[in-house]
């Protein structure tokens, strides 16, 4: 999970901030930490470890803990940064409260011995910033752990957790918070499935996109209590819907004994079930009355080019640069170039008017010499920058092949901020991977308007979260097999009089096809 401070403001552009995104340090709030310390010593520690320190944020909690209900805390922890320490200085952390932190890669280099209190906000370091030595001392270290390595799109931070729990002793307590895709990534279920056959998972914190603890971080957070004792068939589940509230702290502390609250509702939820569902969505409880997109179509990610500013032009580009329209596919790049929930020739006009690029460049696999003139000319400046050598552009033979896709009836827009929605493609444009291309099973214009009048449905959008990816400020990112699995209320397809093919029906769509 990104971490976050209270004191000084977050650089939210620049270098400072490019150097924090590199580190994955943005530091905790005091208001969370003190609930997430609250119920690691609510077991009887008489320490806490962090294994990423940091600027001492949990280190402060502890001590305000500690203060609150009259014990004495040793703080013990790891960090590789020294230099972050100097802010744990600043944040009034005496050299004494420091004392005890170790200089080391907490992973690869773990400390000795076992805790009874772990709490930590691990760096937020995605796979693609991981350097590759790192990915894969990463897999070995899950394989032997859980049997077989996770996904190479594990982020540094699922690596942490398991470590911590490695470290964790009999009954002692953890308490981590961590970003969505912790439960939502490709790696979950394998991960999930090992944490909860060996450890109990006590109780689980989500938040509001109000109440974030993050608010200026591209991240959902959530809070794993963890304990490590033998695992339970029920788990507690928290919303938490106001920032600086006390009912968290007051309900970890009290050994999850407090009640829900005007900032705090709390549920007890079957552990298959969560499992089922994913521990960031509520429990799907009657969202789950329905059919679901599958039935009525397939789903496709947009084209990705490789290179956007090479193959998706403007009007005045390839009229320029002398590419005919054998060579160019009408095209949607950005989600904010569609402002509503049609896409139409008037869309179109108004963005060329704007110098947006509408048009996707799309050459064949023909040798360049078999290209017009303009187009060779055009294909040899990509190759002279070096676009052949572009991880994905590498792996088209030959490079400048364009992916090709029909025009979708209806399109997806792939990451929403709070304005996910489907759109009806009436200008038959291809999108790029801005969006997602929804194929009905049907081709006919009717079935289509059906289809998309569910679709747009503020019910059917509202069950999204159970099926998406979420992120910071309410954004939900859907992948396409993802999207496959949305529900649709059985009432709005029922009212609408939107019918599924058969099994048979749809082999014969896709044959036809």
Same mark, same amino acid.
């Given at each position: 999970?990104?971490?976050?401070?209270?004191?000084?403001?977050?650089?939210?552009?620049?270098?400072?901030?490019?150097?924090?995104?590199?580190?994955?340090?943005?530091?905790?709030?005091?208001?969370?930490?003190?609930?997430?310390?609250?119920?690691?010593?609510?077991?009887?520690?008489?320490?806490?470890?962090?294994?990423?320190?940091?600027?001492?944020?949990?280190?402060?909690?502890?001590?305000?803990?500690?203060?609150?209900?009259?014990?004495?805390?040793?703080?013990?922890?790891?960090?590789?940064?020294?230099?972050?320490?100097?802010?744990?200085?600043?944040?009034?952390?005496?050299?004494?409260?420091?004392?005890?932190?170790?200089?080391?890669?907490?992973?690869?280099?773990?400390?000795?011995?076992?805790?009874?209190?772990?709490?930590?906000?691990?760096?937020?370091?995605?796979?693609?910033?991981?350097?590759?030595?790192?990915?894969?001392?990463?897999?070995?270290?899950?394989?032997?752990?859980?049997?077989?390595?996770?996904?190479?799109?594990?982020?540094?931070?699922?690596?942490?957790?398991?470590?911590?729990?490695?470290?964790?002793?009999?009954?002692?307590?953890?308490?981590?918070?961590?970003?969505?895709?912790?439960?939502?990534?490709?790696?979950?279920?394998?991960?999930?499935?090992?944490?909860?056959?060996?450890?109990?998972?006590?109780?689980?914190?989500?938040?509001?996109?109000?109440?974030?603890?993050?608010?200026?971080?591209?991240?959902?957070?959530?809070?794993?209590?963890?304990?490590?004792?033998?695992?339970?068939?029920?788990?507690?589940?928290?919303?938490?819907?106001?920032?600086?509230?006390?009912?968290?702290?007051?309900?970890?502390?009290?050994?999850?004994?407090?009640?829900?609250?005007?900032?705090?509702?709390?549920?007890?939820?079957?552990?298959?079930?969560?499992?089922?569902?994913?521990?960031?969505?509520?429990?799907?409880?009657?969202?789950?009355?329905?059919?679901?997109?599958?039935?009525?179509?397939?789903?496709?990610?947009?084209?990705?080019?490789?290179?956007?500013?090479?193959?998706?032009?403007?009007?005045?580009?390839?009229?320029?640069?002398?590419?005919?329209?054998?060579?160019?596919?009408?095209?949607?790049?950005?989600?904010?170039?569609?402002?509503?929930?049609?896409?139409?020739?008037?869309?179109?006009?108004?963005? /060329? @008017?704007?110098?947006? +690029?509408?048009? &996707? %460049?799309?050459?064949?696999? $023909?040798?360049?010499?078999? *290209?017009?003139?303009?187009?060779?000319?055009?294909?040899?400046?990509?190759?002279?920058?070096?676009?052949?050598?572009?991880?994905?552009?590498?792996?088209?033979?030959?490079?400048?092949?364009? /992916? @090709?896709?029909?025009? +979708?009836?209806? &399109? %997806?827009?792939?990451?929403? $901020?709070?304005?996910?929605? *489907?759109?009806?493609?009436?200008?038959?444009?291809?999108?790029?991977?801005?969006?997602?291309?929804?194929?009905?099973?049907?081709?006919?214009?009717?079935?289509?308007?059906?289809?998309?009048?569910?679709?747009?449905?503020?019910?059917?959008?509202?069950?999204?979260?159970?099926?998406?990816?979420?992120?910071?400020?309410?954004?939900?990112?859907?992948?396409?097999?993802?999207?496959?699995?949305?529900?649709?209320?059985?009432?709005?397809?029922?009212?609408?009089?939107?019918?599924?093919?058969?099994?048979?029906?749809?082999?014969?769509?896709?044959?036809?096809?």
């Amino acid at each position: 999970m990104a971490r976050q401070i209270n004191h000084p403001k977050l650089p939210s552009t620049g270098p400072e901030r490019e150097a924090l995104r590199e580190k994955g340090q943005f530091w905790t709030p005091d208001w969370v930490a003190e609930a997430m310390v609250g119920y690691v010593i609510a077991g009887g520690s008489n320490h806490i470890f962090d294994p990423a320190v940091g600027a001492g944020a949990f280190f402060r909690a502890a001590k305000t803990i500690a203060n609150e209900v009259g014990e004495r805390l040793t703080l013990l922890g790891t960090e590789i940064y020294p230099d972050v320490l100097q802010q744990a200085r600043h944040n009034g952390l005496s050299e004494s409260d420091l004392a005890n932190v170790q200089i080391t890669d907490f992973i690869l280099d773990p400390p000795d011995g076992l805790f009874k209190a772990i709490v930590a906000n691990p760096p937020y370091i995605r796979h693609h910033r991981l350097p590759n030595y790192l990915k894969v001392e990463l897999k070995r270290f899950s394989a032997s752990l859980l049997g077989k390595s996770l996904d190479g799109r594990t982020g540094l931070h699922v690596y942490f957790l398991l470590r911590a729990l490695q470290l964790l002793d009999v009954d002692g307590r953890l308490a981590f918070i961590m970003p969505a895709d912790t439960c939502e990534g490709i790696f979950s279920t394998a991960l999930w499935s090992w944490i909860t056959k060996n450890y109990r998972l006590e109780a689980v914190v989500t938040f509001t996109p109000e109440a974030s603890p993050f608010p200026e971080v591209d991240t959902n957070p959530i809070i794993f209590m963890i304990k490590n004792t033998k695992p339970d068939e029920h788990f507690l589940w928290a919303k938490c819907t106001k920032a600086l509230t006390y009912e968290l702290k007051a309900w970890a502390l009290s050994g999850f004994n407090s009640k829900s609250g005007d900032a705090l509702s709390i549920y007890r939820r079957e552990l298959a079930e969560g499992l089922s569902t994913g521990f960031s969505r509520e429990p799907l409880e009657a969202k789950s009355n329905g059919p679901i997109l599958a039935d009525f179509a397939s789903v496709l990610r947009g084209i990705a080019t490789g290179a956007n500013e090479f193959f998706f032009l403007t009007v005045r580009q390839a009229t320029a640069l002398g590419i005919t329209d054998e060579f160019l596919i009408p095209a949607i790049g950005r989600t904010r170039d569609v402002s509503g929930d049609e896409l139409n020739a008037e869309t179109l006009r108004t963005l /060329e @008017v704007k110098g947006r +690029p509408t048009l &996707l %460049f799309s050459p064949d696999n $023909r040798p360049i010499v078999m *290209f017009p003139k303009t187009v060779q000319e055009y294909l040899k400046q990509g190759e002279a920058i070096g676009l052949h050598k572009r991880k994905l552009i590498a792996t088209r033979h030959p490079w400048y092949k364009m /992916e @090709v896709r029909p025009a +979708p009836p209806i &399109l %997806f827009a792939y990451l929403g $901020r709070r304005n996910a929605r *489907f759109i009806r493609n009436r200008a038959r444009v291809v999108p790029l991977t801005g969006f997602l291309c929804v194929y009905p099973h049907q081709k006919s214009p009717v079935f289509v308007d059906k289809l998309w009048q569910v679709l747009r449905r503020p019910e059917t959008i509202a069950n999204l979260p159970l099926v998406g990816k979420s992120y910071g400020a309410g954004a939900i990112k859907v992948e396409p097999r993802a999207l496959e699995r949305l529900i649709l209320p059985a009432s709005v397809v029922s009212e609408v009089e939107l019918h599924p093919l058969t099994k048979a029906e749809q082999l014969q769509f896709w044959y036809d096809s």
